[in-house]
């Protein structure tokens, strides 16, 4: 059996009413907040405050639970709690995660320090590598004239999910410890899953859930409670291969129950027509199980065709009217080819956008334009002459579309190569161990850190469709896995000798 040698500690705390009472108090926060919001600004602060408190105490007291709280917040303020408040406060819900990360970072990190921890987490490859990125982007703001108050915020928006790298290793994570927290963010992408089933089978808006109409005859773009199929995708993406490197390990009623995870996942994952996250799990979730377990890669090929046919045949908007015949079935394939056909015609936004920075590239090859100058938030919310020069602000005219929809061309223009270089050497630094360790692990590490492996790199490639490695709904989670993927490392080290 999977995880069959996981035994319950006996120093793990017995009683569940603390934290019993703790959720139960965030959640009486919550509700309050969006209660108070269309009446008043200053208690919705207020409230958010007291959410902020309470992250601190239960930092002390769960440390371990409160960062993955951290990594799972971005989708309670930007995706569910935002879509329930008035549109004037909406920017004041989606800073809960940055609070929420301040606290906790903070609060961890002078725990380390009095622990003699906070040393040893800080001595990696990644701590250097990012060091540099900032003193690349210090440089270019100063070459380019780039105001300071831009720079900082430029390099915070690109750097502050790196925080998550380090909180796992400022408390440790032990091997069950590390199963709940992969646990605990499967079971929210997963809910995901049975959230886009049901507005495939029954209606896209059931329960009043948004969604996001094709435009190249896709029908309905569906991602549960997330709201945005871009971002769904990249999850679905992210949280297949844990199930599909678990199905090969286990055995028994397991192994029936994650076929039909890694079902629900590739086949949500078709629902949500997001060619990005396809690509996603085409190079970064397949190419990464090609490295390191090729039974799960053919089992990932047979559910991705299996998971496919049954996109296109399962019943579709049961509850919707059908006196005006109702919407078309939409098709994947011939959907895809038409906006194939944009692509290659030269008609895509992203595709002006990358021929839009060739010239700035050119002009701008080692250390780029400067922080916040080019296709992020902060870009677009702080004027950038870059826009200017090069007619860039001709291809931001729809007021839905601010940024570039590429991550990693944003970095270019903005860092240069060696900025760039430095961020991807960063993020290699805790990836090529983890997938040392992933080749030659079995049973539970394995499925950890392979998955975890896999996972990051399709949320990475996710990135060349869209700026999520900006957004902290998934900028967070990739930098939470690669932190835990730097203990299964050490703890394999440990364990190697006997």
């Known amino acids: 059996m999977l995880l069959g040698d996981q035994t319950l500690s006996s120093t793990e705390p017995r009683s569940l009413a603390a934290p019993a009472l703790a959720i139960g108090l965030a959640l009486a926060l919550v509700a309050a907040a969006i209660l108070v919001a269309p009446v008043s600004t200053a208690a919705l602060v207020g409230i958010g405050l007291g959410l902020v408190a309470l992250a601190g105490y239960a930092t002390v007291r769960w440390p371990r639970a409160i960062i993955v709280v951290v990594v799972l917040a971005p989708i309670l303020d930007r995706y569910i709690v935002s879509g329930l408040l008035p549109p004037e406060v909406v920017q ?72 998550l790298f ?53 029908g309905y773009r569906l991602a549960g409670f997330i709201g945005d199929p871009n971002v769904f995708g990249a999850f679905a993406a992210a949280a297949s291969p844990f199930v599909l490197l678990a199905i090969p390990r286990s055995s028994g009623r397991l192994r029936w129950i994650a076929v039909a995870a890694a079902f629900l996942l590739l086949l949500a994952l078709w629902l949500s027509f997001s060619r990005g996250a396809w690509l996603a799990m085409a ?30 045949v399962m019943p579709r908007n049961l509850l919707l009217p059908t006196a005006d015949g109702g919407p078309e079935r939409p098709s994947l394939i011939e959907s895809t080819v038409d906006r194939a056909g944009t692509v290659g015609q030269g ?3 992203r595709t002006l956008f990358v021929l839009n920075a060739i010239p700035i590239v050119v002009d701008h090859p080692l250390l780029g334009v400067g922080p916040g100058r080019f296709g992020g938030a902060v870009a677009d919310r702080f004027p950038t002459p870059v826009y200017a020069e ?12 601010r940024t570039v929809d590429n991550f990693w061309l944003h970095l270019l223009v903005e860092a240069g190569a060696l900025g760039l270089a430095a961020f991807l050497a960063a993020m290699l630094s805790a990836a090529i ?53 730097s203990l299964m490392v050490v703890d394999e080290a440990i364990e190697a000798p006997a």
């Open 92 to 163: 004041l819900a989606q800073f809960l995660s940055e609070g929420l990360l301040l606290v906790v970072g903070v609060t961890l990190a002078v725990r380390a320090w009095r622990s003699g921890t906070l040393a040893p987490a800080l001595r990696h490859p990644v701590t250097y590598l990012l060091g540099a990125f900032v003193v690349l982007g210090a440089v270019s703001a100063l070459l380019n004239g780039v105001p300071p108050h831009v720079a900082a915020i430029g390099l915070l928006f690109t750097l502050d999910a790196a925080v």
């Open 166 to 218: 380090f909180l796992p290793r400022f408390v440790g994570f032990g091997r069950r410890q590390q199963v709940r927290a992969v646990a605990a963010v499967l079971v929210v992408i997963g809910a995901a899953a049975v959230v886009v089933l049901v507005q495939a089978v029954l209606s896209p808006d059931i329960l009043g859930l948004r969604f996001v109409t094709g435009r190249f005859g896709e």
């Open 283 to 312: 190079i970064g979730t397949l190419g990464t199980l090609l490295l390191i377990d090729r039974r799960a890669l053919l089992i990932a090929l047979l559910l991705l065709v299996a998971t496919f046919v049954s996109s296109q």
């Open 347 to 349: 008609r895509d936004l």
């Open 390 to 401: 090069y007619g860039t602000d001709a291809l931001l005219t729809d007021e839905t579309q």
């Open 433 to 485: 161990p983890m997938l040392r360790t992933a080749r030659r692990s079995t049973g539970a590490r394995a499925v950890l850190v392979g998955g975890a492996l896999a996972a990051v790199a399709a949320l990475s490639v996710s990135g060349v469709s869209t700026m999520l490695l900006e957004a902290n709904s998934v900028g967070f989670l990739v930098w939470f896995l690669l932190g835990l993927g």
